[in-house]
C-alpha cells in the first residue's frame, strides 16, 4: 500500500462521505448532507492509495490564530498503519503555514490527540470578545466548538482538547 496525502478535490467528496458515514452512524463524527462537504472540500486533506480513498482530515479556521482540526477519518483497512498519524502531521504543518498558534478538536480519541501533543481543557478557548463573534457564525462546528446547548445531543461524551503550535 503505497499512501498519498493531498488536498481533497470536488470529484473526492462522494467518496469522502462514505469513509465518514459509518463514523457518523456511531455518533463518533457529526453526520452531514453532501452538500456542506462540497461547500467544505478545500479544508479537507485526504490519504489515497491509488484512486481509493483511505483517510480523510480538515482544518477549519475559527478565529486568527486558532484552528479547528475536523472530520478525522481512515478507513477500518488503515486503523493503526500510521494514515491518522500522517494526516493529522500534513493538518498541523498548515495551521503553522497560516501562522496559526492553536489547533483545537472535540474527540472520543482521547489517547491519540494526546500522543499528538494535544491536552484535555474545559470550556472555550477564546475570550469573550471572540466568543461574541463566533457566536454569529452559522455553521455547526462553531457551536460544537463554543458548546452551545443546541448541538449538546451530537457531542455529549466528546473530549475538548487542545495543542499550542510553537
Not at 452538500?35 to 484512486?51: K, L, M, R
Not at 493503526?80 to 502531521?89: M, R
Not at 497560516?98 to 501533543?117: A, N, P, S, W, Y
Amino acid at each position: 500500500m503505497t499512501i498519498q496525502l493531498r488536498p481533497a478535490k470536488p470529484s473526492d467528496v462522494r467518496n469522502l462521505a462514505s469513509l465518514i458515514e459509518p463514523y457518523a452512524a456511531r455518533r463518533i463524527l457529526i453526520s452531514k448532507e453532501l452538500i456542506s462537504y462540497f461547500e467544505d472540500v478545500q479544508e479537507f486533506t485526504v490519504a489515497a492509495d491509488g484512486n481509493r480513498l483511505v483517510g480523510c482530515g480538515a482544518l477549519h479556521v475559527l478565529w486568527d490564530d486558532i484552528a479547528e482540526v475536523r472530520t478525522l477519518a481512515v478507513s477500518g483497512e488503515v486503523l493503526g498503519t500510521g494514515v491518522g498519524h500522517q494526516l493529522l502531521t500534513r493538518l498541523e504543518a498548515r495551521a503553522r503555514e497560516m501562522g496559526l498558534k492553536r489547533l483545537f478538536c472535540l474527540t472520543f480519541e482521547v489517547d491519540f490527540f494526546t500522543r499528538h501533543g494535544f491536552r484535555v481543557i474545559e470550556g472555550t478557548p477564546v475570550g469573550t470578545d471572540v466568543y461574541q463573534e463566533l457566536l454569529r457564525s452559522h455553521d455547526d462546528g462553531v457551536a460544537e466548538f463554543l458548546d452551545l446547548a443546541k448541538v449538546k445531543p451530537n457531542t455529549l461524551g466528546n473530549t475538548r482538547m487542545l495543542k499550542e503550535l510553537y
